[in-house]
């Protein structure tokens, strides 16, 4: 009788068991399986957006990406009584730990795989063939310019080194855990330009705040003039000239997303603020304001040239209004990643390098017209035209790119006066180690194909 | 032993009708009043005798001429009373501690055997009650070796990271499961706003005085019940229930305050900020006049001791009513108490209402019912984090003494944004966070019933189900004129959160007993089923027209939403067979088979089993008696068991649905796929002596142990070109071992309860860990310390400093040839070398109590050490950083710096900026944390029957007490006790206290 109890509730616990699979076979509810995400064009198209999300990060285009060539340079310094952020970066002191420069490797090659998780499927899916077009050009695009971007930041500039056997960054046009190997820069250029040509051929959207085929041309121009391909370089711009046109404020520019000018922006929504972390906070007093306007940026400019948004704050110290506030926002700014004003600039320095003179006088004289500027006679130096690009172009993150792209010293005048954090050396030369960022420590920790820049 | 005294009982009866010539009647209560029921009264050296009563009373008939009574009873001391004239004897008996193993519960049986098999370790009310915190956790620190505990925060009610026989897991979760009146509990903090600071434990919802005892549960033979989830050891939590006899009440009143302490931290006066910064300046180049612009002599004029301001007196208040008692049918715990305290941070406070009714009924011979209910409430206003403007943490630490924190001009307190305001976050917290609010609530109901059906004399079915519903409804308001709240002109974030549990546990238990009865087994096996759903929401909106409108529906534009849903299950069948022959020998064996939501597809249940034996050698015949050696018993045991704490969906690849872009979804992937993905495990041999001696004045307990963790979760780092940074793998392997003792000493001892006792409990616990394997062997960096197999976990891995270069004061550092060898200096921190510098786990931790009772007067003290763990000061490096921090408070110590060449000196020049990267992570902040502190010192009296007997009162105490009063360390930080992992970095101090209070039994 004992036993027949115990056999009974064994039985019953058996039954149990059967259906106990069921009870611990859970799925999340707010994550779905690769495969489900990625399984239609809604999928990557969402996908894709989750791309654009990861370039709005504070480590890449949401800051410290634009941030790091200006304070690298000698437009900007880094205040006394700072937040601690950015000194090692003004003081050319940075350890191959560096957080700032390790985010933009993390978060440039984490966009990389989003991109490469759309491409990766997108060809086997049905769906509207220009929709599909579309998010793949898109795709293809992201991929291009993340490439990019860490190249120039990691690597020799192509112009000034020996592109075919300096090392560039490695390629990852596929989702994989595998260690991969720094390719040269030229390959690395190589499939750049391949994959915003493949992109340009698929984007048919208009949308400023996306990947267009426009955005894919001017981009094409920065990069053949990082090359010295001036004839690329001149075609490509000549390409955004003809279809666009400059007037627009440049002041309302910067608090705009969508302004006449803009060829490419990332839209931050008012949403989107990250509070403090907002990039134009570093810059402005009533954020950390810990970055300044040096007088080498205020002796730039001419009176009544409308790029001066340099002001004096009842602190007595210098700073820039370039990226005061967005929809009300302050220190919100939807980082304009390529616009008309620069293609004026790139064509201008392709002509230059042609002895195209003339040419090269008459797409600065337009674009200095447009900002109130008197117009020039003639172009005395090449210098003059990087100090053009800085007029134009400053806090927008091409400061020492230009000067390294073109072997140029970077010279601080104001330096070391009491107003800055201290720095060892006032100038920094072309040729230093310095000018190329370190591959971050935890890469070359963990790839073993992985190779140090010269230097660190 | 028990049956023994029955049997002697059964002959005393008999005798004493033979002879019955006086009659001794009285009371048998113990310390708090309660009446104990059935304990043996034996006429000293004879087999006369009786037990008490349900109410505790006895009589017993003794001879003309009877000299002593002896008194005892399981778990308490045993007590000689001589016969006087009077024929009344009252007696209070009081509790051995000794002996509590006899008592032992251990989750799922009452365990009585397995506690002489297995390694537990327990902790009776005594040392948990009336100690101000309202986290039981932070009580146990060093009153049982091999179980290490810190706060992670000095805020009231914050969670406690805890290790118990070192460090098992290297990414997965490390704590030890929970067991409360038999069932797994959740732990830590449900609060979205509170994940960061984890400052909010819903651990501290239990009342720690409804405690009845602890039971750490250490090897295998005990943890293995446990299955996947045991690895890291099992706190088990019994409460106190009902007593049959008269009830007693008892009213507990408790007031006591706490100052913040910050250990050897001294910081700059204003005057030597000044001038320390203008030496700074003068150093990098500044002119006269540039430095007088720089640092005016103005500054002096408004200065300001931030530190002072952001640290209070804190309070700690408690009230509560206990009731206890019962009959022969129904028994009942109930409890109600109000504990509120303010932390020493200006607004951190926390305030708990629990209730609590523990009732047991017995229907008749076969069946019982028990039903525990406990709700609480708890209330917290949370030390803002160290990453936010208005933290007091960062600010005070940061804020220059030189910036007033009122404008002379105004007469009100800055906002922090003027542009003249100095300060890191911009920010001044004595304005914002009255402002802006951090709240958090949150309500639980733990409720268990348990049903008893004796089948048969041997065979018991045993349900239980158990509902733990938590619900956490926070809040966390920026005003519009504040810093954090003027971009959006005022935010708020709503959040709600509510945790279900379900357990349902299904027990057959079986008793048996043959040869005479000197062979015993007890065994049961059953089934256990939980899920726990996790669901959540949070809603913000921003433009507030008043800061005094906090609510959603006062904000003008909605701002973001967010929900969230996780499940996990665990499906179990669990066994245990205990065997005892004359409890000479004693064996056991547990098995328990686990299936888990978490685990991947591919390995979805585990098997966990374990074996124990025990021998009583000193019962054997050959075993000398005498009176040095008393008691010695040897036991051994072997088994596995898992940590399951990796998350709830580890083990799938995903794509995560929180970006956005222009408004519209955005994905991202998320995980990387491991079908394989599976529990850790752990085996673990435990083998220990237990022994009394000296006529039981002196016991203790000696055990080694060897524990080897497998599959350990490893977050292995993979190349972040693959867009993700590690990859979660089952990988790794860790040993711990070690040597645990345990020593309890009664010097001085009396038979009166009023005479002179002295008693001694003293714990020391060795630790050794090490790495024995990881993916394809290879160092993984984790920060300042690194993974290498043969290495402790905790090896500290970093540059070595090398001083200050003499001749221009400059850092140096040392570098490393190939083998990691010194082989010279550096100015160059990127090219100096890194090297093993020492491990953050101490070598050994060690209690020791000492108790003193005379006429009603008792006094204990409490010591707790650690010894032999580096500790690398975190906030030093902030603080103590050769002008990088220019613009903010600085240590006393960074006075004392290189000046000119050919000094020698343990800091560089200060320089704007800082003198080249000298505050980059070395071994010039890694100090020594052993430390040696009293940790609890308490004086308390009873007052006297004489007294208190007139008043209808049963007992009266009153004490005071002092937490952390002392502390003997090399540490030049706050707290040397503060961190489990190694580095301390700005926190919240826990304080010292001093407490008083009265508890009243009537």
Redesign the interface.
């Known amino acids: 009788m004992?036993k027949i109890?115990?056999y009974s509730?064994l039985f019953f616990?058996c039954l149990?068991?059967m259906s106990?699979?069921d009870?611990?076979?859970?799925?999340?509810?707010?994550?779905?399986?690769?495969?489900?995400?990625?399984a239609d064009l809604d999928?990557l198209?969402?996908?894709?957006?989750?791309?654009?999300?990861?370039l709005?990060s504070v480590g890449y285009y949401g800051r410290e990406f634009y941030v790091l060539p200006e304070i690298e340079g000698n437009l900007a310094y880094?205040t006394?009584?700072?937040?601690?952020r950015f000194?090692?970066a003004?003081?050319y002191?940075w350890?191959?730990q560096n957080g700032d420069i390790a985010d933009v490797?993390?978060i440039a090659?984490?966009?990389?795989?989003?991109a490469?998780?759309v491409l990766d499927k997108i060809d086997a899916l049905e769906g509207d063939a220009t929709r599909k077009d579309q998010i793949k050009g898109e795709a293809l695009a992201m991929r291009a310019l993340c490439h990019f971007d860490l190249v120039k930041f990691f690597a020799k500039p192509y112009a000034t080194g020996n592109p075919s056997s300096d090392l560039g960054v490695?390629i990852?046009t596929t989702?994989?855990?595998?260690?991969?190997p720094r390719n040269s820069v030229k390959e690395v250029y190589d499939q750049v330009i391949a994959d915003f040509n493949a992109a340009g051929a698929l984007l048919t959207g208009t949308d400023k705040?996306?990947f267009s085929a426009d955005a894919v041309d001017a981009l094409l121009a920065r990069v053949y003039l990082y090359q010295n391909d001036y004839a690329n370089a001149e075609s490509q711009a000549s390409k955004l000239i003809a279809k666009y046109s400059l007037g627009s404020d440049f002041n309302e520019m910067f608090s705009s997303a969508t302004s006449g000018e803009d060829i490419f922006t990332l839209?931050f929504?008012s949403?989107?603020?990250n509070?403090?972390d907002?990039h134009g906070g570093i810059y402005n007093?009533?954020?950390?304001g810990d970055i300044r306007a040096t007088q080498d940026l205020i002796d730039l400019y001419e009176a009544g040239d409308q790029r001066n948004l340099v002001y004096q704050?009842?602190?007595g110290e210098y700073y820039t209004s370039k990226y005061d506030e967005q929809d009300g926002?302050?220190?919100l700014v939807s980082p304009k990643i390529v616009r008309l004003g620069e293609m004026y600039l790139i064509r201008a320095e392709a002509r230059y390098r042609t002895n195209n003179d003339a040419g090269s006088l008459e797409d600065i004289n337009t674009l200095r017209a447009a900002r109130g500027a008197s117009a020039w006679t003639a172009i005395g130096s090449f210098r003059d035209i990087i100090e053009e690009r800085q007029r134009e172009l400053v806090f927008e993150g091409h400061t020492t790119h230009d000067l390294w792209r073109n072997g140029l010293t970077m010279n601080r005048s104001q330096c070391?006066?009491?107003l800055e954090?201290?720095?060892?050396s006032c100038s920094i030369l072309a040729s230093d180690h310095r000018t190329v960022h370190?591959i971050?420590?935890?890469?070359i920790?963990?790839?073993q194909m992985?190779v140090q820049n010269d230097g660190? | 032993m028990k049956k023994l005294y029955a049997l002697l009982v059964f002959f005393a009866v008999t005798a004493v009708s033979l002879s019955a010539q006086r009659t001794i009647s009285g009371v048998l209560v113990d310390d708090d009043g309660l009446a104990i029921i059935g304990a043996n009264i034996i006429l000293k050296n004879t087999t006369i005798g009786t037990i008490s009563e349900f109410d505790g009373t006895f009589s017993l008939d003794v001879p003309a001429g009877s000299e002593t009574i002896v008194f005892s009873y399981t778990g308490y001391n045993t007590i000689e009373m001589p016969i006087g004239a009077s024929n009344t004897m009252n007696v209070t008996m009081t509790l051995n501690s000794r002996l509590i193993d006899e008592i032992v519960v251990v989750g799922y049986s009452d365990g009585t055997r397995l506690g002489k098999v297995a390694s537990v370790s327990t902790i009776s009310s005594e040392s948990i009650e009336n100690k101000p915190t309202p986290n039981v956790v932070s009580s146990i620190q060093g009153q049982i070796p091999g179980f290490l505990t810190s706060a992670n925060s000095g805020q009231p009610g914050s969670s406690q990271e805890v290790r118990i026989r070192g460090v098992g897991s290297i990414t997965a979760g490390r704590n030890p499961l929970y067991v409360i009146d038999g069932v797994i509990v959740q732990t830590g903090s449900i609060s979205q706003l509170d994940a960061s600071s984890n400052s909010s434990d819903i651990l501290s919802l239990i009342n720690p005085n409804d405690i009845e005892s602890i039971n750490v549960l250490k090897d295998a033979s005990a943890t293995a019940l446990y299955g996947s989830r045991g690895s890291n050891g099992v706190v088990v939590i019994n409460t106190k229930r009902g007593k049959s006899g008269k009830t007693a009440v008892t009213l507990k009143t408790q007031y006591g305050t706490t100052e913040a302490s910050f250990g050897k931290f001294s910081l700059m006066s204003p005057q030597q900020i000044w001038d320390y910064e203008r030496l700074v300046l003068a150093n990098s180049g500044q002119t006269p006049d540039q430095i007088d612009e720089n640092r005016p002599e103005s500054m002096l004029d408004n200065t300001f001791d931030w530190l002072d301001a952001a640290f209070r007196t804190g309070t700690n208040y408690n009230v509560e009513v206990q009731a206890r008692g019962g009959n022969d049918k129904t028994r009942f715990f109930v409890s109600g108490g109000y504990n509120s305290i303010e932390g020493t941070q200006i607004f951190s406070d926390f305030q708990r209402t629990s209730l609590r009714s523990n009732l047991d009924h017995t229907v008749n011979d076969r069946l019982s019912f028990g039903l525990d209910a406990n709700i609480s409430y708890a209330q917290s206003q949370n030390a803002v984090n160290g990453n936010r403007f208005q933290s007091p943490l960062a600010s005070a630490f940061t804020t220059s003494p030189l910036q007033g924190a009122v404008n002379p001009e105004t007469g009100e307190y800055y906002v922090g944004n003027e542009v003249d305001y100095i300060g890191l976050t911009g920010d001044n917290f004595l304005y914002s966070l009255p402002l802006n609010p951090v709240n958090i609530n949150t309500l639980r109901m733990l409720t268990t019933l348990n049903m008893n059906y004796k089948i048969t004399d041997f065979l018991k079915f045993t349900q239980t189900v158990n509902v733990d519903v938590i619900t956490d409804d926070s809040k966390d308001f920026d005003d519009p004129t504040t810093n954090d709240g003027r971009d959006d002109n005022g935010g708020l974030t709503s959040s709600f959160n509510q945790n279900k549990a379900l357990t349902t546990q299904s027990l057959l238990k079986y008793f048996s007993d043959f040869g005479n009865g000197d062979h015993n087994i007890d065994a049961f096996g059953g089934f256990e089923y939980q899920r726990v759903n996790t669901k959540g929401f949070f809603a913000s909106g921003i433009g507030f027209a008043d800061g005094r409108l906090q609510t959603l529906n006062s904000s003008a534009e909605p701002q973001s939403l967010g929900g969230s849903i996780s499940n996990y299950a665990f499906v179990s069948f669990l066994s245990q067979v205990n065997y005892d022959y004359l409890s000479k020998y004693l064996l056991t064996a547990s098995f328990r088979r686990d299936g888990s939501s978490r685990f991947g597809a591919n390995n979805r249940w585990g098997n966990f089993w374990s074996v124990g034996a025990a021998w009583n050698i000193s019962d054997e015949e050959f075993f000398p008696q005498n009176n040095i050696i008393g008691d010695v018993k040897l036991k051994a045991s072997y088994g596995t068991a898992g940590n399951a704490s990796i998350g709830n969906f580890p083990s799938q690849e995903l794509y995560s649905f929180g970006a956005a872009y222009q408004g519209n979804p955005g994905s991202s992937p998320s995980q990387i796929s491991n079908p394989d993905l599976t529990w850790e495990t752990s085996d673990q041999l435990n083998v220990g002596l237990d022994f009394a001696l000296f006529d039981g004045k002196v016991n203790g307990a000696v055990e080694y142990y060897i524990k080897n963790s497998k599959n350990l979760l490893l977050n292995v780092p993979v190349s972040a070109v693959s867009g993700f940074n590690s990859a979660l793998r089952n990988i790794g392997e860790l040993q711990n071992k070690g040597v645990e003792l345990t020593l309890g000493l009664n010097p001085v001892s009396s038979d009166d309860v009023n005479g002179f006792n002295w008693n001694v409990n003293f714990n020391i616990a060795w630790n050794q860990n090490k790495i024995t394997a990881l993916p394809n062997g290879e160092d993984i960096d984790n920060g300042s310390q690194i993974w290498r197999v043969g290495e402790p976990i905790r090896t500290v891995f970093m540059q070595s400093w090398a001083g200050v270069n003499p001749s221009d004061g400059t850092p140096l550092w040392h570098t490393a040839d190939d083998d990691g060898n010194i082989n010279g200096v550096t100015g160059s921190y990127n090219d100096a070398g890194e090297f093993i510098v020492g491990n953050a786990s101490p070598d050994f931790t060690a209690g020791f109590t000492n108790e003193f009772s005379y006429q009603g007067v008792f006094l204990s003290a409490f010591f707790y050490a650690a010894q032999g763990n580096e500790l690398y000061n975190g906030s030093k490096g902030f603080m103590d950083s050769d002008g990088r921090r220019f613009g903010w408070v600085h240590l006393t110590d960074a006075l004392d710096h290189w000046k000119q060449p050919g000094d020698i000196s343990e800091r560089p020049q200060p320089l704007s900026g800082g003198n080249n990267n000298a505050t980059s992570t070395s071994t010039r902040y890694l100090e020594d944390g052993s430390f040696l502190r009293l940790k609890n010192i308490s004086l308390g009296y009873n007052f006297p029957s004489s007294i208190i007997d007139n008043l209808k009162l049963t007992k009266v105490s009153a004490y005071i007490q002092g937490t952390n009063l002392w502390t003997l360390t090399n540490y030049s930080g706050i707290d040397p006790e503060a961190e489990l992992d190694g580095s301390e970095f700005f926190r919240y101090p826990v304080g010292k206290a001093l407490t008083f209070g009265i508890d009243v039994t009537f």
């Open positions: 004992k109890k115990i509730i616990a149990f068991v106990c699979e009870q611990i076979n859970l799925t999340p509810a707010q994550s779905l399986n690769t495969d489900e995400a990625l999928g198209e969402t996908a894709i957006n989750g791309a654009y999300n990861s709005q880094l006394l009584a700072n937040s601690n000194i090692s003004y003081t002191t350890t191959v490797w993390n090659y984490r966009t990389i795989l989003r490469n998780n490695p990852a989702s994989t855990l595998e260690e991969l705040n996306r839209q929504l949403t989107e603020t509070g403090s907002n007093p009533e954020g950390y704050h009842t602190d926002v302050q220190g070391n006066t009491g954090v201290t720095v060892q370190p971050p420590q935890d890469e920790l963990v790839n992985m660190y």
